[in-house]
């Protein structure tokens, strides 16, 4: 992020207020993995964390395997023609839709009918699974990332803005709303609203409610690809334990949103986001990394179905 | 209550007896594994009234084993140095360390209080990450306390008393207090289990609606529950204080607010022997296959083979080990042949 | 003679609906009361405000001279207010004599102490309890199965356990909401014999919903008749049975 000169107050604010905003994008693309996943199945994905840490060191060996990293440490890279970033990410997108298919597939679905606490269990032990064995095939040395883009600040004002940062925002705001129009557009989007409502219907109607979770987990691990990939590219260095970090907070953001709401989860992401870099700023980092959960618990006393969610209420 | 008296007695007699069997005859560091065992039973059982017995889910034991841990920490230093400075380590008298594990107990149980608060309005998932909420800015605001050592946070926390007849040996007497408690929260929880507050707990679990139609006053219920937890969870972190002499934030992250549960689902949840069980497994498996990394020189691969143990055992057994019943006599009468059914 | 349960004006609504919609009721001492309707016309809804479960939009409810709404439902049972429930809720992994003693928790005079140093009171206390317990199932006819995990037992026996429970938190009323649903008519005959002897016997006001027009007509001494949240009739059996109002409720004519 920007380190901010001795500017007056307004444009202080400004600044962290961008700089949360692009961190908030992050957040949000995270969390839609997370909403979407407890949405259908009423389960804390832990392991979406990992997925996402999986993006960014998918998007890392194949910018190895090219060529595009330093040979010898402290040598300038070679920066990544946007063509191949684009084809990087898109591979990185595709191998996480399958890791997380795969998660899905072996993990979670054998305990479908088993409670809800045994795929929790589970679910962590994946996050664990993938952490370590990330530290055992990848080694636990922080590595390099490769410059994909140039970086370039814009300055509006007072603001400095990175294109880095613009990139997270635009990206994410596209993807987003690509997302929102398949859910509420398509016949496959259909399906997942209908199983997220209520599985067993959904499969009385004639849903292919295996299918339409695979999906729900491929497109999550999709966007937790991406958000790997940009968040590497703004912090230099990614490791195998990346995720553990962002994957809780992402969470947070999405039960502030409301959880199983898209909107919400943007939403949350955002307000996270911006509320952190703001109080990071003005106050005090430590603070900072407390404003999530403080926020968390506010939120879910005063409306415990999040900010965009529905509540319900039990049948006596 | 004679009948207590005897047994505690018997109790601290049998963990005084243990201590000085394994300073005799025990390598120090299989002494270690059995102490953070001892930590973790002390956890994943008061965990177990919270979570198995009451049907709350608290994913935020940590914050209340970090509190108690700073608390007996400083109260300790400050007995026994009265400051913080550097020099050799020291013994904690026996009042001091005694007056510090009871205070780091209650800490932590005022905090449970007001944790506790929200599981009034908070049911299942939710309750969870508002609790490790709550977890994560006991640590953080830990963190940012210049006072308390920030981020490297409190060193040089005295050892525990000597006992007469346990002197030169690096176990010290570790192993007599942390399983002196270990024994008094097993059977007290025991107790609590069958008795009118335990079926009140129970009652809530099971259907919360109808427990308070029956009189069961669900909100001080559950916040007892908490209240029991985070007390032991408190005096937990008391004794890893003192057993480790100096304590991180950092050493009290949601990962381990995760692993506590982690030993209640794998034991079975709402069985204290599980509870038991899923501590000794989840505290001991990694330990035990760390050779197995060293060996092979891959980093992290302990952790990989324990990861993997976890997921196959959620699905061949997911109820867990024990799944709600009991170990007692009453279970071996009826496994023995020709026992009674 | 003042009443024990006054409602006055009860109304409720979820959202647009009025579920409840001004509601009287008047249930005396020693009262064998039935409360009747078609499906969905607020019977159980007004149980759920009597007991503390809503809190209704108007109105009020008195209990023994005192006012009910507003506070929770383990103060109502307290009070002398108890239930079953029409879904049945009893504590399943808990065995039978337990689920009953769960009813005497309230009267418990110990506290947790007691408990976790097994002192002289907490042993009194858990007697009393058990006795208490055993005492009711016994009265219900469920002694011999005072051990069985309450999963276990089966159908007709659930309800009779939720009545049992209920008794134990001794009460001065208690309401049964539906009791002798899925019951055979062998099961109701005794059924309606139990309920008679939980009034004579045990000197407990019985406030009952139920479908059964047998049942009600043959046990109830008042009747007061709701459709669609509204009181459309109170009497004896008789009078009921021949209301025009009622008839047409239930045959739905326009």
Same mark, same amino acid.
């Given at each position: 992020?920007?380190?901010?000169?001795?500017?007056?107050?307004?444009?202080?604010?400004?600044?962290?207020?961008?700089?949360?905003?692009?961190?908030?994008?992050?957040?949000?693309?995270?969390?839609?993995?997370?909403?979407?996943?407890?949405?259908?199945?009423?389960?804390?994905?832990?392991?979406? !964390?990992?997925?996402?840490?999986?993006?960014?060191?998918?998007?890392?060996?194949?910018?190895?395997?090219?060529?595009?990293?330093?040979?010898?440490?402290?040598?300038?890279?070679?920066?990544?023609?946007?063509?191949?970033?684009?084809?990087?990410?898109?591979?990185?997108?595709?191998?996480?839709?399958?890791?997380?298919?795969?998660?899905?597939?072996?993990?979670?679905?054998?305990?479908?009918? !088993?409670?809800?606490?045994?795929?929790?269990? *589970? !679910?962590?032990?994946?996050?664990?699974?993938?952490?370590?064995?990330?530290?055992?095939?990848?080694?636990?040395?922080?590595?390099?990332?490769?410059?994909?883009?140039?970086?370039?600040?814009?300055?509006?004002?007072?603001?400095?803005?990175?294109?880095?940062?613009?990139?997270?925002?635009?990206?994410?705001?596209?993807?987003?709303?690509?997302?929102?129009?398949?859910?509420?557009?398509?016949?496959?989007?259909?399906?997942?609203?209908?199983?997220?409502?209520?599985?067993? *219907?959904?499969?009385?109607?004639?849903?292919?409610?295996?299918?339409?979770?695979?999906? *729900?987990?491929?497109?999550?691990?999709?966007?937790?690809?991406?958000?790997?990939?940009?968040?590497?590219?703004?912090?230099?260095?990614?490791?195998?334990?990346?995720?553990?970090?962002?994957?809780?907070?992402?969470?947070?953001?999405?039960?502030?949103?409301?959880?199983?709401?898209?909107?919400?989860?943007?939403?949350?992401?955002?307000?996270?986001?911006?509320?952190?870099?703001?109080?990071?700023?003005?106050?005090?980092?430590?603070?900072?990394? !407390?404003?999530?959960?403080?926020?968390?618990?506010?939120?879910?006393?005063?409306?415990?179905?999040?900010?965009?969610?529905?509540?319900?209420?039990?049948?006596? | 209550?004679?009948?207590?008296?005897?047994?505690?007695?018997?109790? &601290?007699?049998?963990?005084?007896?243990?201590?000085?069997?394994?300073?005799?005859?025990?390598?120090?560091?299989?002494?270690?594994?059995?102490?953070?065992?001892?930590?973790?039973?002390? &956890?994943?059982?008061?965990?177990?009234?919270?979570?198995?017995? /009451?049907?709350?889910?608290?994913?935020?034991?940590?914050?209340?084993?970090?509190?108690?841990?700073?608390?007996?920490?400083?109260?300790?230093?400050?007995?026994?140095?009265?400051?913080?400075?550097?020099?050799?380590?020291?013994?904690?008298?026996?009042? /001091?360390?005694?007056?510090?594990?009871?205070?780091?107990?209650?800490?932590?149980?005022?905090?449970?209080?007001?944790?506790?608060?929200?599981?009034?309005?908070?049911?299942?998932?939710?309750?969870?990450?508002?609790?490790?909420?709550?977890?994560?800015?006991?640590?953080?605001?830990? /963190?940012?306390?210049?006072?308390?050592?920030?981020?490297?946070?409190?060193?040089?926390?005295?050892?525990?008393?000597?006992?007469?007849?346990?002197?030169?040996?690096?176990?010290?007497?570790?192993?007599?207090?942390?399983?002196?408690?270990?024994?008094?929260?097993?059977?007290?929880?025991?107790?609590?289990?069958?008795? /009118?507050?335990?079926?009140?707990?129970?009652?809530?679990?099971?259907?919360?609606?109808?427990?308070?139609?029956?009189?069961?006053?669900?909100?001080?219920?559950?916040?007892?529950?908490?209240?029991?937890?985070?007390?032991?969870?408190?005096?937990?972190?008391?004794?890893?204080?003192?057993?480790?002499?100096?304590?991180?934030?950092?050493?009290?992250?949601?990962?381990?607010?995760?692993?506590?549960?982690?030993?209640?689902?794998?034991?079975?949840?709402?069985?204290?022997?599980?509870?038991?069980?899923?501590?000794?497994?989840?505290?001991?498996?990694?330990?035990?296959?760390?050779?197995?990394?060293?060996?092979?020189?891959?980093?992290?691969?302990?952790?990989?083979?324990?990861? &993997?143990? &976890?997921?196959?055992?959620?699905?061949?057994?997911?109820?867990?080990?024990?799944?709600?019943?009991?170990?007692?006599?009453?279970?071996?009468?009826?496994?023995?042949?020709?026992?009674?059914? | 003679?003042?009443?024990?349960?006054?409602?006055?004006?009860?109304?409720?609504?979820?959202?647009?609906?009025?579920?409840?919609?001004?509601?009287?009721?008047?249930?005396?001492?020693?009262?064998?009361?039935?409360?009747?309707?078609?499906?969905?016309?607020?019977?159980?809804?007004?149980?759920?405000?009597?007991?503390?479960?809503?809190?209704?939009?108007?109105?009020?409810?008195?209990?023994?001279?005192?006012?009910?709404?507003?506070?929770?439902?383990?103060?109502?049972?307290?009070?002398?207010?108890?239930?079953?429930?029409?879904?049945?809720?009893?504590?399943?992994?808990?065995?039978?004599?337990?689920?009953?003693?769960?009813?005497?928790?309230?009267?418990?005079?110990?506290?947790?102490?007691?408990?976790?140093?097994?002192?002289?009171?907490?042993?009194?206390?858990?007697?009393?309890?058990?006795?208490?317990?055993?005492?009711?199932?016994?009265?219900?006819?469920?002694?011999?199965?005072?051990?069985?995990?309450?999963?276990?037992?089966?159908?007709?026996?659930?309800?009779?356990?939720?009545?049992?429970?209920?008794?134990?938190?001794?009460?001065?009323?208690?309401?049964?909401?539906?009791?002798?649903?899925?019951?055979?008519?062998?099961?109701?005959?005794?059924?309606?014999?139990?309920?008679?002897?939980?009034?004579?016997?045990?000197?407990?006001?019985?406030?009952?919903?139920?479908?059964?027009?047998?049942?009600?007509?043959?046990?109830?001494?008042?009747?007061?008749?709701?459709?669609?949240?509204?009181?459309?009739?109170?009497?004896?059996?008789?009078?009921?049975?021949?209301?025009?109002?009622?008839?047409?409720?239930?045959?739905?004519?326009?």
């Amino acid at each position: 992020m920007v380190p901010v000169a001795s500017v007056d107050f307004t444009s202080q604010l400004l600044q962290y207020f961008a700089n949360g905003v692009a961190k908030g994008s992050t957040y949000a693309l995270m969390a839609v993995g997370y909403t979407l996943v407890y949405g259908v199945l009423q389960l804390i994905n832990f392991a979406h !964390a990992e997925v996402y840490m999986l993006g960014s060191h998918f998007a890392y060996y194949q910018a190895k395997w090219g060529g595009y990293l330093p040979d010898e440490p402290g040598a300038k890279p070679e920066s990544v023609p946007i063509l191949l970033v684009g084809a990087f990410i898109a591979i990185a997108m595709l191998a996480c839709a399958a890791v997380g298919m795969l998660i899905e597939r072996v993990a979670y679905r054998p305990l479908r009918n !088993a409670g809800r606490l045994a795929p929790l269990i *589970t !679910a962590i032990g994946v996050s664990l699974f993938l952490q370590y064995g990330g530290q055992v095939v990848f080694g636990t040395e922080p590595k390099l990332f490769p410059t994909f883009v140039e970086t370039e600040v814009f300055e509006i004002g007072s603001v400095k803005i990175p294109n880095t940062n613009l990139l997270i925002v635009v990206t994410t705001f596209v993807l987003m709303l690509g997302l929102t129009l398949f859910v509420s557009k398509t016949r496959p989007g259909a399906a997942m609203r209908a199983c997220s409502h209520d599985m067993r *219907t959904a499969k009385l109607m004639g849903i292919n409610v295996n299918a339409t979770i695979s999906l *729900t987990f491929a497109i999550g691990s999709a966007l937790a690809a991406v958000a790997g990939v940009l968040v590497a590219m703004d912090q230099p260095a990614i490791t195998p334990l990346m995720g553990v970090r962002i994957g809780l907070k992402a969470f947070v953001a999405a039960v502030v949103g409301g959880i199983g709401s898209i909107p919400g989860a943007a939403l949350g992401g955002l307000v996270l986001g911006v509320s952190e870099s703001v109080v990071g700023g003005l106050w005090d980092t430590n603070y900072a990394e !407390a404003v999530a959960f403080v926020f968390l618990i506010v939120v879910l006393l005063l409306k415990p179905s999040g900010l965009l969610g529905k509540a319900t209420r039990e049948k006596v | 209550m004679a009948k207590t008296v005897g047994l505690l007695l018997a109790g &601290l007699v049998a963990c005084y007896g243990l201590n000085w069997f394994l300073a005799e005859f025990i390598e120090v560091v299989y002494v270690d594994y059995l102490n953070l065992i001892g930590i973790a039973i002390v &956890l994943a059982v008061g965990l177990n009234v919270i979570n198995g017995l /009451t049907g709350q889910f608290s994913l935020g034991h940590a914050g209340f084993m970090a509190i108690g841990a700073f608390v007996a920490g400083l109260v300790s230093i400050q007995l026994t140095y009265g400051e913080m400075s550097s020099g050799p380590l020291e013994l904690a008298g026996l009042g /001091t360390f005694l007056l510090s594990l009871l205070l780091a107990g209650l800490a932590a149980a005022v905090l449970g209080v007001v944790v506790g608060a929200p599981a009034l309005r908070l049911k299942g998932d939710y309750l969870a990450i508002a609790t490790l909420g709550f977890a994560e800015i006991t640590r953080i605001l830990l /963190t940012a306390q210049d006072s308390l050592g920030g981020p490297t946070g409190i060193k040089r926390i005295p050892k525990m008393p000597l006992l007469p007849g346990t002197g030169a040996w690096d176990g010290g007497t570790s192993v007599f207090w942390i399983f002196l408690v270990v024994f008094t929260i097993v059977l007290f929880s025991a107790r609590l289990q069958r008795s /009118t507050y335990g079926r009140a707990l129970i009652a809530i679990r099971e259907n919360e609606l109808a427990a308070e139609t029956m009189g069961v006053r669900a909100a001080r219920m559950k916040v007892m529950a908490f209240v029991y937890g985070a007390f032991f969870a408190g005096i937990a972190g008391g004794l890893y204080a003192h057993y480790q002499h100096s304590v991180r934030p950092d050493d009290f992250t949601s990962i381990r607010s995760i692993e506590v549960v982690v030993m209640l689902v794998l034991g079975g949840l709402g069985s204290i022997t599980g509870a038991v069980l899923g501590a000794v497994a989840v505290t001991l498996v990694p330990q035990l296959l760390r050779p197995l990394e060293e060996q092979l020189q891959v980093n992290g691969l302990s952790m990989v083979v324990y990861a &993997l143990l &976890l997921i196959l055992m959620m699905i061949f057994r997911p109820q867990g080990i024990f799944g709600q019943r009991e170990l007692s006599l009453k279970l071996f009468r009826r496994i023995l042949p020709g026992g009674r059914k | 003679m003042t009443a024990l349960l006054a409602t006055e004006n009860l109304t409720i609504r979820f959202g647009g609906l009025t579920a409840v919609d001004g509601f009287n009721l008047a249930i005396e001492p020693g009262d064998l009361f039935g409360l009747i309707g078609p499906n969905g016309a607020g019977k159980t809804t007004v149980f759920n405000m009597i007991t503390g479960v809503y809190l209704p939009t108007e109105g009020s409810v008195h209990f023994d001279g005192k006012l009910v709404n507003g506070l929770q439902p383990a103060q109502v049972a307290a009070l002398g207010v108890s239930r079953t429930f029409q879904n049945i809720r009893l504590f399943d992994e808990l065995s039978v004599l337990e689920n009953a003693m769960t009813g005497a928790h309230q009267h418990a005079k110990i506290n947790l102490f007691d408990s976790l140093l097994r002192t002289a009171r907490h042993y009194r206390e858990e007697q009393r309890q058990r006795d208490r317990a055993y005492e009711l199932l016994t009265f219900m006819g469920l002694e011999d199965r005072a051990g069985l995990p309450a999963k276990q037992l089966p159908y007709g026996h659930r309800r009779k356990l939720e009545i049992a429970r209920a008794l134990a938190t001794e009460p001065k009323l208690i309401c049964l909401d539906e009791p002798a649903a899925g019951m055979n008519t062998g099961e109701k005959a005794e059924l309606s014999a139990l309920i008679r002897k939980i009034r004579d016997e045990l000197k407990v006001t019985v406030l009952l919903i139920e479908h059964d027009m047998k049942l009600v007509m043959g046990i109830c001494e008042k009747i007061q008749v709701l459709d669609y949240g509204k009181t459309i009739a109170l009497g004896t059996p008789q009078e009921i049975q021949n209301n025009p109002k009622v008839i047409e409720a239930y045959l739905g004519g326009e």
